[in-house]
């Protein structure tokens, strides 16, 4: 069974890789690391570390060393951390280490969330119904931004040859809590939330268009739903049957729901381009969300083209996380990897037993593996909670 955690570089280094890999392996009771070799800025308190209690790690950049011959020519190319550079390539060491360390290598890799990129190619970032730019967003409509993927993920895998890649962010992102110090007066709601998020930049107006979806009308009609949720005093929901009923509950405004039909194309088809240009030695597989549909994921045609997905079920009773699971095993067929993500934070998991009965519901229900969120960012006592998670789905 899979069993890992998710880890970015610096706490690895912080420990050191002997140390590391023993904790992960003897006191979590885990197989494998799934390490952040593509990542977004952020705050993080980092309870494990001797010296660095508060990291802010750079935005938008790789911790691997690019192969410059796979770049030349593109208009958007990485960025190399300055911690590569400080304090080693990790991605390296792990991957040379794994008969030593006994762990299995997956790349955490953050694809088209990155605010920095954004900024640079302001052409190629999603754009709401009134133009205006999401710039943590690299659309998946975008040339561009699609090659820069592709790329990404060959330059890991022919490379590197780690075990598994796991896409974050290969799909249109949610407007809320996507940037740094967010202001919302209104109080948004969810579908308030996804409306402000589709997208209606030149990429994907032409891509709609060219396989003949109303673009225009669905602009106007998202905007106007924009404009109306702006001036209510409270905010009212307006789709009694959202998310639940997933693109049918704007059944009645045929121009967005074509619109939201054609949504999940650009993402399933950059997922297929994706896995097309990986090592055919490591497995592809999609970090997700319940209601993946409102980042434009279709898990059940995205699982043809891939090796399967981890969705994340954090803060979930064990009776929905099964739920989510059983749906996702049905969506991807058995012979797809299908992952379990849990999140190990206090107070959404505030003693052990949270936390064993929500993967053993999983497993229970068709899961493949478990990752666990996250290493440095927790205390090394919940270590032990994650051992206990591991013997309730390992007796």
């Not at 598994?164 to 799909?171: A, G, I, T, V």
Request: hydrophobic share 40%.
């Amino acid at each position: 069974m899979h069993l890992s955690m998710w880890t970015y570089p610096w706490d690895i280094q912080d420990q050191g890789l002997e140390a590391f890999a023993a904790e992960l392996s003897g006191r979590a009771g885990l197989n494998t690391v799934s390490l952040a070799t593509s990542y977004h800025a952020g705050r993080f308190l980092q309870p494990r570390s001797p010296a660095q209690k508060a990291y802010f790690p750079e935005d938008g950049t790789v911790y691997f060393r690019p192969d410059e011959t796979l770049w030349q020519g593109k208009t958007i190319r990485p960025l190399m951390a300055q911690n590569v550079v400080e304090r080693g390539d990790m991605l390296a060491a792990l991957t040379t280490a794994r008969e030593k360390t006994g762990l299995k290598v997956s790349c955490w890799t953050v694809c088209l969330h990155n605010s920095r990129l954004g900024m640079l190619h302001p052409d190629h970032i999603t754009r709401n119904a009134f133009g205006n730019a999401n710039y943590y967003n690299l659309c998946p409509s975008s040339p561009a931004a699609r090659d820069y993927v592709v790329t990404l993920v060959r330059d890991i895998t022919t490379n590197y040859k780690p075990d598994m890649l796991e896409l974050e962010s290969p799909n249109f992102m949610g407007f809320a809590h996507e940037y740094h110090h967010e202001k919302d007066g209104v109080g948004l709601n969810a579908e308030d939330d996804f409306l402000l998020s589709l997208c209606f930049c030149d990429h994907c107006t032409a891509r709609a268009e060219k396989a003949g979806v109303p673009m225009e009308g669905a602009r106007r009609t998202v905007a106007r739903f924009i404009a109306e949720l702006c001036e209510r005093a409270v905010p009212e929901k307006q789709f009694p049957d959202f998310p639940e009923a997933g693109i049918d509950a704007f059944r009645d405004h045929p121009d967005l729901h074509a619109f939201l039909a054609w949504r999940s194309e650009p993402v399933t088809s950059l997922i297929g381009e994706i896995k097309a240009a990986a090592d055919s030695a490591t497995r592809i597989v999609l970090i997700d969300l319940k209601d993946g549909w409102l980042g434009g994921v279709d898990l059940a045609v995205v699982g043809k083209l891939c090796d399967g997905a981890i969705l994340c079920c954090y803060d979930m009773t064990p009776e929905a996380v099964g739920e989510v699971i059983r749906t996702g095993r049905a969506a991807l067929g058995e012979e797809k990897f299908l992952g379990l993500g849990l999140r190990v934070f206090y107070p959404e998991v505030g003693e052990p037993a949270i936390l064993a009965a929500r993967a053993k519901a999983a497993v229970d229900a068709g899961a493949d593996g478990v990752n666990f969120y996250n290493y440095g960012l927790i205390p090394a006592k919940r270590l032990d909670w994650v051992k206990e998670a591991v013997d309730a789905i390992n007796p």
